[in-house]
T-cell receptor, first 107, second 110 residues
Framework: GIQVEQSPPDLILQEGANSTLRCNFSDSVNNLQWFHQNPWGQLINLFYIPSGTKQNGRLSATTVATERYSLLYISSSQTTDSGVYFC?????????FGDGTTLTVKP | KAGVTQTPRYLIKTRGQQVTLSCSPISGHRSVSWYQQTPGQGLQFLFE???????NKGNFPGRFSGRQFSNSRSEMNVSTLELGDSALYLCASSSGDEQFFGPGTRLTVL
């Protein structure tokens, strides 16, 4: 099946710093989503981005489907940004998640 | 519009028992997918239902099953529970390609 690799696995930042999270996938995909999982386990939709660039406030994402990667940018990070960020890709009707990036933002 | 709801939110069972989890999708969404999340295996796809039919299936044993009703609500069942079935079970609904997740059911098997 398709492989999804996220990097870095862990990231520790000071409040106000910027960060880039990466998602590489091993084959062509139909869809790609970014999620933030809160401490209670809820997956929050960040972006649905099979290709191109999107922005939502301090967050933006870019997917280069032809090169099989996606990037999530977080600017001016806040402590509430802490949590696990997942990338999920869909191919042939099945979704595959990466192992996530655990982000800790310190005040 | 109400989000995806899952019941129960927490469940404790013992080995050998069976369990049924429920998921109500967003109104108008006809696709429901189920996922298992464990610390060791991460988030893994269980199966997807669309219009009461299983459309896709992950690599889980037959002890894991599901169904979908005419109102798109879905249930998943795990029979003969094992300790390794302890996990967060997440349900997602979709009207097209974007998935929206419920809060999950945390199952503990003792």
């Amino acid at each position: 099946g398709i492989q999804v690799e996220q990097s870095p696995p862990d990231l520790i930042l000071q409040e106000g710093a910027n960060s880039t999270l990466r998602c590489n996938f091993s084959d062509s995909v139909n869809n790609l989503q970014w999620f933030h999982q809160n401490p209670w386990g809820q997956l929050i939709n960040l972006f649905y981005i099979p290709s191109g660039t999107k922005q939502n406030g301090r967050l933006s994402a870019t997917t280069v489907a032809t090169e099989r990667y996606s990037l999530l940018y977080i600017s001016s990070s806040q402590t509430t940004d802490s949590g696990v960020y997942f990338c999920a890709v869909e191919r042939a009707g099945k979704s595959t998640f990466g192992d996530g990036t655990t982000l800790t933002v310190k005040p | 519009k109400a989000g995806v709801t899952q019941t129960p939110r927490y469940l404790i069972k013992t080995r050998g028992q069976q369990v049924t989890l429920s998921c109500s999708p967003i109104s108008g969404h006809r696709s429901v997918s189920w996922y298992q999340q464990t610390p060791g295996q991460g988030l893994q796809f269980l199966f997807e239902y669309f219009s009461e039919t299983q459309r896709n299936k992950g690599n889980f044993p037959g002890r894991f099953s599901g169904r979908q009703f005419s109102n798109s609500r879905s249930e998943m069942n795990v029979s003969t529970l094992e300790l390794g079935d302890s996990a967060l079970y997440l349900c997602a609904s979709s009207s097209g390609d974007e998935q929206f997740f419920g809060p999950g059911t945390r199952l503990t098997v003792l």
